[in-house]
């Protein structure tokens, strides 16, 4: 059997085949099969190849792919598919010797050459098939952004959102057909953006307003999340986090999850994070998911309406795991069994007992948070104390 990949991934630009690399341009005249969406078909031309467009869901077009093999297949896709493209999910099911790749100038890297923006310092994200939320973390005064979006609507769509952020300063910079002999640029601040646009669209975005931008540091204010009052506040909050210590990768489990701000948090920390929030009341996990939307992180959420410990068999394994609420002796047993470091919150003398005992018999760090607030008092002012939390961590 020959050495040589069946499979070439050829990332093409609006440019068609006269932007291609010789090597690209090789690996098509030899192809038997290029298999491509609709519109990279066109940008081809005439081909000796028999041409298959790639069906709709994206699912299927790996599946058939999988008939192929053994032919000289091309598949073309946009740019660089390996960002925000489709090279790594073919790459994933076929095996590192199947497959060779070309790719090409992607849409970040033509709009900042365009813009004279720094890449390394712009914010590059894929909105083409997920919500504008996605956004939300990096909407700060200053910010360069750049965005593939799915179509010329959601030109629309991404200015209303940044003006309902409080961004509506920002401007907007459209690229229609970028690289290619139909190239059109149209800058506006988001609040004046309307007009119609085609595909393929992509924006770049000079952030500016004053929106609410969230901090990279733990502890978010306690008004961006949706509650009933059910929440670790934000000083509690900042000091938990701290002790969690979230690393790339890493899933928490966020037991008696209230509003959700524990879990949140973990996720802002870093984008390959993952969390599961088990919380027992409907209304409450309405609130926990209506916030991760809001925050754009619900991609990476498991939401899981129940109570513990019986809602805990079955869920993937944590790296840690929080107890803010409804921590019970049986409870403790079950979390401290798991291979992972914990962090539990009481407020109860139950629970400040149970935890005491626990950190006699295991070791770990035992805390008392105790904070007070300046509160008025008559025409003066006094301190109010909240409930004391004992906090016990555990690392493993």
């Known amino acids: 059997m020959s050495d040589t990949p069946w499979l070439t991934i050829i990332g093409m630009g609006e440019d068609g085949v006269a932007g291609l690399s010789m090597r690209s341009q090789d690996a098509l005249a030899q192809a038997e099969v290029v298999m491509a969406p609709p519109r990279h078909l066109e940008l081809l031309g005439g081909t000796t190849a028999q041409t298959i467009p790639w069906p709709v869901p994206f ?6 792919l999988e008939t192929l093999r053994g032919r000289r297949v ?28 070309h790719p090409g100038p992607s849409c970040f890297a033509l709009a900042a050459s365009h813009l004279g923006w720094a890449l390394e310092r712009t914010t590059c994200l894929g909105l083409h098939a997920a919500p504008m939320a996605r956004l939300r973390q990096n909407l700060a005064q200053g910010t360069h952004a750049i965005v593939t979006l799915r179509d010329g609507d959601a030109v629309g769509t991404l200015a209303k959102y940044l003006c309902d952020q409080g961004f509506g300063d920002s401007t907007v910079i459209v690229f229609e057909h970028l690289g290619g002999p139909q190239e059109r640029v149209t800058n506006h601040a988001a609040t004046t953006l309307n007009g119609t646009f085609s595909h393929p669209v992509c924006a770049a975005i000079a952030v500016a307003g004053l929106g609410n931008a969230l901090t990279h540091a733990s502890g978010q204010c306690d ?40 879990a949140l948090e973990w996720l802002l920390a870093h984008p390959s994070t993952r969390a599961t929030c088990i919380e027992p009341r409907e209304d409450r996990a309405a609130n926990i998911a209506a916030n991760a939307d809001t925050l754009g992180v619900s991609h990476r959420l498991t939401l899981v309406t129940g109570s513990a410990p019986e809602a805990l068999p079955g869920l993937d394994t944590p790296d840690a795991v929080f107890v803010g609420g409804g921590l019970t002796a049986a409870l403790l047993d079950d979390v401290i069994a798991l291979p992972a470091r914990l962090v539990i919150n009481a407020v109860t003398l139950e629970g400040e007992a149970w935890l005491s005992a626990a950190q006699a018999e295991r070791g770990g760090d035992l805390m008392r948070i105790e904070i007070a607030n300046a509160k008025p008092l008559g025409r003066k002012r006094g301190w109010v104390s909240s ?6 961590s555990l690392s493993r």
């Open 223 to 262: 008004d961006i999340f949706q509650n009933d009052g059910q929440m670790t506040k934000r000083p509690i909050r900042a000091i938990t986090l701290s002790t969690l210590a979230p690393k790339p990768h890493e899933h928490l489990w966020d037991i008696g999850g209230g509003s959700g701000s524990i």
């Open 59 to 64: 699912s299927d077009g790996i599946d058939h």
């Open 387 to 392: 409930y004391p939390v004992v906090q016990w």
């Open 74 to 101: 091309v598949v073309l896709a946009s740019g660089d598919p390996f960002w925000f493209g489709a090279g790594s999910v073919i790459a994933q099911r076929f095996g590192a010797g199947e497959w060779a790749a």
